[in-house]
């Protein structure tokens, strides 16, 4: 398995000031999405071959509204794109790893995420991302 990172998480407490800094700052566009069973609005910025997501909650039953509480703004997780998120999860489980996601869910662009417990990995929190690709 050859490892890419898909992208950066970062919490913010509001989107549109991030965007606008983001934007300024670098002279990169967004692109945003609401994913409402997430309880979330991200935004995307290219950077390079990855990307940087900046997430904010759309309401206190998100986890990130609870994250944001207790740390406050900044990193949130790493992503890497998989091929097989199915195989992706397995590996992590035989390497004794704990999930949040047993199974993937659907997260932003159409794609599947599941992801892994910071305290199997030293501290961050990772995510898994499949690339849902249109045949």
């Known amino acids: 398995m050859q490892l890419k990172l898909d992208h950066v998480g970062i919490v913010v407490h509001d989107l549109d000031r991030a965007i606008a800094t983001y934007e300024a700052a670098l002279g990169v566009q967004c692109e945003r ?60 489980r035989q390497a004794g790893l704990r999930l949040i996601d047993q199974e993937a869910r659907p997260g932003a662009h159409g794609a599947v995420v599941a992801f892994v417990h910071p305290a199997s990995l030293h501290g961050v929190l990772t995510e898994f991302v499949q690339k849902v690709h249109p045949h």
């Open 33 to 92: 999405e609401l994913l409402p069973e997430r309880h979330l609005e991200v935004a995307f910025f290219a950077a390079g071959e990855s990307r940087i997501e900046l997430i904010t909650p759309t309401s206190p039953e998100s986890a990130v509204s609870r994250f944001l509480e207790k740390r406050g703004e900044g990193l949130h997780h790493l992503a890497y794109e998989v091929d097989d998120i199915a195989a992706a999860l397995e590996r992590a």
